[in-house]
């Protein structure tokens, strides 16, 4: 199991290597179980990061949430960013 603190290190070198290695999407799939605002989360801070400097960024993370409209919620980080 990694540690938030790798996963906020892998976010960093993708976006110091993403001219080197023409990366161009970042795909992650892991939940965190912090339950702070998007705002504050460190996380989502590192992957908010990425988008904000043109990597798309794929996150499969954990659809813990009650269903609203049909659609599954997730309220696990970094899936809490708005769009």
Do not use: C, Q
Request: hydrophobic share 45%; aromatic share 10%.
């Amino acid at each position: 199991m990694a540690r938030t603190s790798d996963v906020i290190a892998a976010a960093d070198w993708i976006l110091a290597n993403k001219a080197k290695y023409g990366i161009r999407v970042a795909n992650f799939s892991l939940h965190s179980s912090v339950a702070n605002s998007f705002m504050y989360d460190p996380l989502d801070k590192a992957v908010e990061k990425l988008w904000f400097n043109d990597v798309v960024v794929v996150a499969a993370a954990g659809n813990y949430g009650k269903p609203e409209s049909g659609r599954a919620a997730s309220r696990s980080h970094p899936a809490t960013i708005p769009s």
